[in-house]
Protein backbone atom coordinates (compact mmCIF):
# COMPACT_ATOMS: atom_id res chain seq x y z
CA UNK A 1 0.00 0.00 0.00
CA UNK A 2 0.98 3.24 -1.00
CA UNK A 3 1.51 5.64 2.25
CA UNK A 4 2.73 9.30 1.61
CA UNK A 5 3.16 11.67 5.13
CA UNK A 6 3.81 15.23 5.06
CA UNK A 7 5.40 16.75 8.02
CA UNK A 8 6.44 19.66 9.67
CA UNK A 9 4.04 23.14 9.00
CA UNK A 10 2.86 24.99 11.68
CA UNK A 11 2.10 28.23 12.57
CA UNK A 12 4.99 30.74 11.22
CA UNK A 13 5.59 34.27 12.07
CA UNK A 14 6.21 36.59 8.39
CA UNK A 15 9.74 36.38 7.13
CA UNK A 16 10.36 32.94 9.30
CA UNK A 17 10.97 29.63 7.42
CA UNK A 18 10.44 26.48 7.47
CA UNK A 19 10.97 22.97 6.15
CA UNK A 20 8.33 19.99 5.38
CA UNK A 21 9.22 16.71 5.19
CA UNK A 22 7.36 13.77 3.09
CA UNK A 23 7.71 10.43 3.50
CA UNK A 24 7.06 7.85 1.54
CA UNK A 25 6.93 3.59 1.25
CA UNK A 26 5.23 1.35 -0.97
CA UNK A 27 6.29 2.23 -4.04
CA UNK A 28 9.72 2.57 -5.98
CA UNK A 29 10.67 6.41 -4.66
CA UNK A 30 13.97 6.50 -6.27
CA UNK A 31 12.27 5.53 -9.81
CA UNK A 32 9.68 8.70 -9.14
CA UNK A 33 10.20 12.14 -9.98
CA UNK A 34 8.45 14.38 -6.58
CA UNK A 35 5.82 17.16 -6.52
CA UNK A 36 5.11 19.93 -4.65
CA UNK A 37 1.61 21.03 -4.50
CA UNK A 38 -0.13 23.81 -2.62
CA UNK A 39 -3.83 25.04 -2.01
CA UNK A 40 -4.39 28.53 -0.13
CA UNK A 41 -7.82 28.54 2.17
CA UNK A 42 -10.77 28.49 -0.36
CA UNK A 43 -8.70 28.49 -3.39
CA UNK A 44 -7.79 26.66 -6.31
CA UNK A 45 -4.35 24.10 -6.59
CA UNK A 46 -0.59 25.48 -7.50
CA UNK A 47 2.37 23.71 -8.21
CA UNK A 48 5.12 24.50 -6.24
CA UNK A 49 8.20 22.05 -7.34
CA UNK A 50 9.34 19.56 -8.51
CA UNK A 51 12.42 17.37 -8.04
CA UNK A 52 13.58 14.39 -10.46
CA UNK A 53 15.83 11.62 -9.49
CA UNK A 54 18.98 10.19 -10.25
CA UNK A 55 18.77 9.81 -13.70
CA UNK A 56 17.98 13.50 -14.57
CA UNK A 57 20.71 14.59 -11.76
CA UNK A 58 18.24 15.45 -9.07
CA UNK A 59 17.02 18.43 -11.38
CA UNK A 60 14.30 20.56 -9.96
CA UNK A 61 11.83 22.92 -11.16
CA UNK A 62 10.05 25.85 -8.95
CA UNK A 63 6.85 28.02 -9.71
CA UNK A 64 7.60 31.64 -9.89
CA UNK A 65 5.81 32.93 -7.26
CA UNK A 66 8.32 30.91 -5.02
CA UNK A 67 11.25 30.94 -6.62
CA UNK A 68 14.34 32.31 -4.50
CA UNK A 69 12.35 30.98 -1.58
CA UNK A 70 11.70 27.75 -1.81
CA UNK A 71 14.15 24.58 -2.33
CA UNK A 72 13.15 20.99 -2.76
CA UNK A 73 15.54 18.38 -2.01
CA UNK A 74 15.12 14.25 -1.60
CA UNK A 75 17.38 11.65 0.06
CA UNK A 76 16.25 8.22 -2.03
CA UNK A 77 17.97 6.54 1.07
CA UNK A 78 14.89 7.78 3.16
CA UNK A 79 12.42 7.72 0.35
CA UNK A 80 11.85 11.22 1.13
CA UNK A 81 11.28 14.43 -0.20
CA UNK A 82 11.24 17.99 1.47
CA UNK A 83 10.44 21.46 1.15
CA UNK A 84 12.45 24.41 2.49
CA UNK A 85 10.89 27.55 2.41
CA UNK A 86 12.14 30.66 2.97
CA UNK A 87 10.84 34.52 3.88
CA UNK A 88 7.29 33.17 4.52
CA UNK A 89 4.70 35.60 3.81
CA UNK A 90 1.01 35.86 4.64
CA UNK A 91 0.10 34.48 1.07
CA UNK A 92 1.94 31.02 1.81
CA UNK A 93 -0.44 30.41 4.08
CA UNK A 94 -1.91 27.46 2.38
CA UNK A 95 -2.21 23.01 2.84
CA UNK A 96 1.07 21.32 1.20
CA UNK A 97 0.59 18.59 -0.62
CA UNK A 98 3.42 16.02 -1.54
CA UNK A 99 2.44 14.10 -4.57
CA UNK A 100 4.59 11.66 -7.59
CA UNK A 101 5.51 12.89 -10.83
CA UNK A 102 2.24 10.78 -11.76
CA UNK A 103 -0.07 12.63 -9.44
CA UNK A 104 -1.84 9.28 -8.66
CA UNK A 105 -0.06 9.22 -5.35
CA UNK A 106 -0.58 12.05 -2.98
CA UNK A 107 -0.49 12.68 0.70
CA UNK A 108 -3.17 13.83 3.48
CA UNK A 109 -1.34 17.43 3.26
CA UNK A 110 0.37 19.60 5.98
CA UNK A 111 -0.81 23.05 6.76
CA UNK A 112 1.46 26.31 6.89
CA UNK A 113 0.01 29.66 8.73
CA UNK A 114 1.90 32.60 8.27
CA UNK A 115 0.95 35.44 10.50
CA UNK A 116 2.47 37.44 13.42
CA UNK B 1 3.52 29.86 -18.71
CA UNK B 2 0.84 27.99 -19.70
CA UNK B 3 -2.70 29.25 -19.01
CA UNK B 4 -5.30 26.86 -18.66
CA UNK B 5 -8.72 28.32 -18.78
CA UNK B 6 -11.52 26.05 -17.26
CA UNK B 7 -15.18 26.34 -17.89
CA UNK B 8 -17.72 26.88 -16.03
CA UNK B 9 -16.31 27.74 -12.78
CA UNK B 10 -19.23 26.23 -11.34
CA UNK B 11 -22.11 24.71 -12.60
CA UNK B 12 -25.47 22.53 -10.99
CA UNK B 13 -26.68 19.70 -12.71
CA UNK B 14 -29.33 16.91 -11.77
CA UNK B 15 -28.64 13.48 -10.81
CA UNK B 16 -28.28 11.19 -14.26
CA UNK B 17 -27.67 14.28 -16.32
CA UNK B 18 -24.71 14.66 -18.74
CA UNK B 19 -21.62 16.94 -17.24
CA UNK B 20 -18.69 18.36 -19.68
CA UNK B 21 -15.97 20.87 -17.70
CA UNK B 22 -13.68 22.09 -20.40
CA UNK B 23 -9.91 23.75 -20.31
CA UNK B 24 -8.60 25.35 -23.14
CA UNK B 25 -4.75 25.73 -23.13
CA UNK B 26 -2.92 28.89 -24.20
CA UNK B 27 -0.63 26.66 -25.89
CA UNK B 28 -0.14 23.40 -27.27
CA UNK B 29 -0.18 20.67 -24.65
CA UNK B 30 -0.15 17.52 -26.34
CA UNK B 31 -1.64 14.85 -24.54
CA UNK B 32 -0.34 16.27 -20.97
CA UNK B 33 -3.53 17.03 -19.18
CA UNK B 34 -4.44 15.56 -15.98
CA UNK B 35 -8.35 15.88 -14.53
CA UNK B 36 -8.59 16.09 -10.69
CA UNK B 37 -11.90 15.59 -8.40
CA UNK B 38 -10.87 16.92 -4.65
CA UNK B 39 -14.06 16.56 -2.48
CA UNK B 40 -13.83 18.78 0.80
CA UNK B 41 -11.35 18.27 3.46
CA UNK B 42 -9.48 15.30 1.01
CA UNK B 43 -6.35 15.47 -1.13
CA UNK B 44 -6.90 15.70 -4.87
CA UNK B 45 -8.00 12.45 -6.96
CA UNK B 46 -6.38 11.54 -10.26
CA UNK B 47 -9.28 10.83 -12.33
CA UNK B 48 -7.76 11.34 -15.77
CA UNK B 49 -4.41 10.84 -17.16
CA UNK B 50 -2.62 11.48 -20.87
CA UNK B 51 -6.01 13.24 -21.48
CA UNK B 52 -8.17 10.03 -22.01
CA UNK B 53 -6.96 7.23 -20.01
CA UNK B 54 -9.26 6.68 -17.59
CA UNK B 55 -6.81 6.19 -14.01
CA UNK B 56 -7.42 3.25 -11.96
CA UNK B 57 -10.55 2.77 -9.83
CA UNK B 58 -12.19 5.69 -11.42
CA UNK B 59 -16.03 4.75 -12.24
CA UNK B 60 -16.37 4.43 -16.14
CA UNK B 61 -18.87 7.20 -16.05
CA UNK B 62 -15.95 9.45 -16.65
CA UNK B 63 -14.27 10.11 -19.42
CA UNK B 64 -12.10 12.53 -21.14
CA UNK B 65 -11.69 14.13 -24.78
CA UNK B 66 -9.77 16.40 -26.41
CA UNK B 67 -10.29 18.62 -29.52
CA UNK B 68 -7.68 21.12 -30.39
CA UNK B 69 -6.22 23.06 -27.29
CA UNK B 70 -10.03 22.29 -25.40
CA UNK B 71 -10.02 19.43 -23.16
CA UNK B 72 -13.24 17.86 -21.56
CA UNK B 73 -14.03 15.91 -18.78
CA UNK B 74 -17.60 14.21 -19.03
CA UNK B 75 -19.41 12.53 -16.52
CA UNK B 76 -22.13 10.60 -18.37
CA UNK B 77 -24.39 10.45 -15.96
CA UNK B 78 -24.20 12.04 -12.60
CA UNK B 79 -24.21 10.29 -9.54
CA UNK B 80 -24.33 11.97 -6.11
CA UNK B 81 -20.67 10.91 -5.21
CA UNK B 82 -19.33 12.97 -8.23
CA UNK B 83 -20.15 16.81 -6.08
CA UNK B 84 -17.05 18.15 -5.71
CA UNK B 85 -14.23 20.69 -7.28
CA UNK B 86 -12.84 19.58 -10.64
CA UNK B 87 -9.09 20.60 -11.70
CA UNK B 88 -6.84 20.36 -15.08
CA UNK B 89 -3.26 19.80 -15.04
CA UNK B 90 -0.65 20.53 -18.05
CA UNK B 91 2.59 18.95 -16.99
CA UNK B 92 4.27 19.42 -20.61
CA UNK B 93 6.09 22.59 -19.54
CA UNK B 94 6.97 24.16 -16.56
CA UNK B 95 5.78 25.83 -14.66
CA UNK B 96 3.15 23.39 -14.44
CA UNK B 97 -0.11 25.06 -13.89
CA UNK B 98 -3.73 24.56 -13.27
CA UNK B 99 -7.32 25.10 -14.34
CA UNK B 100 -9.08 27.33 -11.52
CA UNK B 101 -11.47 24.72 -10.74
CA UNK B 102 -14.76 23.63 -11.38
CA UNK B 103 -17.28 23.52 -8.40
CA UNK B 104 -19.60 20.98 -9.31
CA UNK B 105 -23.11 20.88 -7.31
CA UNK B 106 -26.39 18.27 -7.41
CA UNK B 107 -29.60 20.45 -7.98
Known amino acids: EVQILETGGGLVKPGGSLRLSCATSGFNFNDYFMNWVRQAPGKGLEWVAQ??????????YYAESLEGRVTISRDDSKSSVYLQVSNLRAEDTAIYYCTNYYFNYWGQGVMVTVSS | DIQMTQSPSSMSASLGDRVTITCRTSQDIGNYLTWFQQKPGKSPRRMIYGATNLAAGVPSRFSGSRSGSDYSLTISSLESEDMAIYYC?????????FGSGTKLEIK
Open chain 2, 89 to 97: LQSIQYPLT
Open chain 1, 51 to 60: IRNKNYNYAT
